[in-house]
């Protein structure tokens, strides 16, 4: 597991929501407080309502964090930032099967409404933002601040290994 994974993973497990885990898991980039803050209305697909997984969310965060423009962008310049996005959430979604947190979720019991749920030892055997054993997506990633260079950026996108 990368040191990103094992992060994110051991933030998850200490009560953090998918979106925290992830955000937090890269301090270099972020302060903690930051992103506790930022991730924390991401939780169970934006605040329990089960839409984009917080994962997912996290990761096209720090791809803003990265790749955005600190001024208003051209057209050319938004297009590609959002090009760049849609490639990630493509590549999550070939990965796992689906990039909404209902649908990671399909087949595990939840309470409905809005409120979040405590963390028990339950598997996530659907969940991609289960956070407990890392897999890598890697996405190339090019860079178009004022130069057409590739850049690897990997984001560690986590799963539970199915039960067997």
Do not use: W
Request: proline share 5%; aromatic share 4%; hydrophobic share 40%.
């Amino acid at each position: 597991m990368t040191g990103h994974a094992a992060l994110a993973r051991a933030n998850f497990e200490t009560g953090c929501n998918c979106a925290q885990a992830v955000l937090c898991a890269y301090p270099e980039l972020l302060p903690r407080e930051t992103a506790m803050k930022l991730g924390a209305s991401l939780g169970g697909g934006i605040g329990r309502l089960r839409e984009v997984c917080g994962a997912v969310s996290a990761m096209v965060l720090l791809a803003g964090l990265l790749y955005a423009d600190t001024d208003i962008p051209t057209h050319e310049r938004k297009q590609a930032h959002y090009a760049r996005v849609q490639e990630l959430a493509h590549r999550f979604q070939s990965a796992h099967g689906s990039y909404l947190c209902r649908d990671l979720l399909a087949g595990v019991e939840t309470m409905p409404g809005g409120a979040p749920e405590a963390r028990t030892a339950q598997p996530l055997p659907n969940s991609a933002s289960a956070l407990c054993i890392g897999t890598r997506v890697k996405s190339s990633i090019a860079i178009t601040n004022g130069s057409a260079r590739q850049s690897s950026f990997r984001f560690s996108i986590l799963k539970q290994s199915p039960s067997k």
